[in-house]
Each structure stands twice: as structure tokens, then as C-alpha cells.
């Protein structure tokens, strides 16, 4: 699995498949800015971005080699399952390397002069741990919807489009919904909150890791 994730990061670095989303990131995390000025605020927001972000990395990583290429490399690695689960894995790598300029904004916009009361809520311990874990759920939730709705699964890039914006919105606007909770508690730190933040994200990871098993397998049998 580690030689599908390496040689799928190297692929798409070379290929430039990443630039898009990551710039997309970088320009949305920099642009939306706080109202309130608070690193909090900021990390909620980049929390948001993340789960679109993410998805958009995971279709683009699944659709960024010719399915011929694909069964070559499944073959190498012991199946299409596999080959498909390490794509996966690798456009959660893609994701994770933008998360860093959540926190770089989120810095800069506490300091900003504009906001002289938002010195007073900077990056704390308790906003760094709770923010880290609301990234990982919308990182895992994102990569998630990418994989169900990539193809082979569906063909149409205009509904995959469409069902990936719908499957994201409803995550973050749903209450209850995993990242909806984390952006919450992102919003308002607080040690309890941390704690809430990282049951959820042990458990869309759990949730997560068997939507991307049964999603591989059907990509599987139908590529």
C-alpha cells in the first residue's frame, strides 16, 4: 500500500493534478477573512474549505491517470482494491500538506492591527489541538466524498461536481453533522470541546476507513 500512496504522490506532484486545489486553498483560507479577527474564527472557516478542498484532490487523483495505466499498476500491487485504496490514501496526503496554512493565516489574522481585540485570542493550546483534530475530520470527510463520487463511480464530471457540493454543504450545515461539530467547536474552543472534536474524528475515521473500503471495492469491479 505504501509503493500505491509513494508512487501516486510523486505522479501527481509531477503532473502538477495538485496545483489547482491547493492554490484554490491557499487563495479561499487568505481571502475569507475573519470578521472578528480571532485565529479561531479563521481556523473554522479553513476547517470549511478543507472538506471541498479535500475532494476536489480526491477526483482529481482518481481521474488523473488512464484506466489502462490503473490495471497496470493494480496488477503490480495485488488487485484494483488496493491500487484504488492507495489513491485514496495519497490524495489524504495532498490534503494534508495545505492544512499548515490554516494555522499561518489563523496567525496572521490575530495580529492584525485592524483587530487590536484579537490579540487576546490568539493560538492557544486548546484552539491548536482542537483545530488540528477539526482538520482531520474535514480531511478524512472530504477524501471520503471525493472517493464515493470519483469515477469509475460516476462517470459525468458535471454530477460529480454537483454531488460533491451537495455532499460537502450538508456536512458542514447539518447540526450533528461531523464537520459541522468540529467548525462549532473550532469557533469556541474549550477543552470539553477538544475532547467532542476528537471523538467525532475517531469516528468518521472509523466510518471513514469502511465507506473507502466498500467505494474501492465497487470502483474495483467496475473498472
Do not use: K, N
Not at 19 to 40: E, H, I, K, M, Y
Not at 121 to 130: D, F, K, Q, W
Amino acid at each position: 500500500m505504501s509503493a500505491v500512496v509513494g508512487y501516486t504522490v510523486a505522479r501527481c506532484g509531477r503532473g502538477q493534478v495538485w496545483v489547482a486545489p491547493w492554490l484554490t486553498f491557499v487563495v479561499a483560507a487568505a481571502l475569507l477573512d475573519a470578521p472578528s479577527g480571532r485565529a479561531s474564527d479563521a481556523l473554522a472557516l479553513s476547517t470549511v474549505v478543507l472538506v471541498f478542498t479535500s475532494a476536489w484532490l480526491t477526483v482529481a487523483t482518481a481521474g488523473s491517470q488512464p484506466p489502462e495505466q490503473a490495471g497496470v499498476l493494480a496488477a503490480a500491487v495485488g488487485g484494483a482494491r488496493r491500487e484504488r485504496l492507495g489513491t485514496q490514501l495519497a490524495s489524504a496526503v495532498g490534503g494534508a500538506v495545505v492544512v499548515p496554512v490554516s494555522f499561518l493565516v489563523a496567525w496572521v489574522e490575530s495580529r492584525d492591527p485592524a483587530h487590536p481585540a484579537s490579540l487576546a485570542h490568539g493560538l492557544t493550546a486548546t484552539l491548536v489541538v482542537t483545530a488540528l483534530l477539526a482538520h482531520v475530520v474535514a480531511l478524512v470527510c472530504g477524501t471520503v466524498v471525493g472517493a464515493a463520487f470519483a469515477r469509475p463511480l460516476v462517470t459525468s464530471r458535471t454530477v460529480t461536481l454537483l454531488l460533491v457540493l451537495l455532499a460537502g454543504v450538508l456536512l458542514v450545515i447539518v447540526p450533528g453533522a461531523p464537520v459541522s461539530v468540529a467548525v462549532d467547536r473550532t469557533a469556541h474552543p474549550t477543552p470539553a470541546g477538544a475532547a467532542v472534536v476528537a471523538a467525532t474524528a475517531a469516528a468518521v475515521v472509523v466510518v471513514g476507513a469502511g465507506i473507502a473500503w466498500w467505494a474501492a471495492g465497487r470502483a474495483a469491479r467496475r473498472g
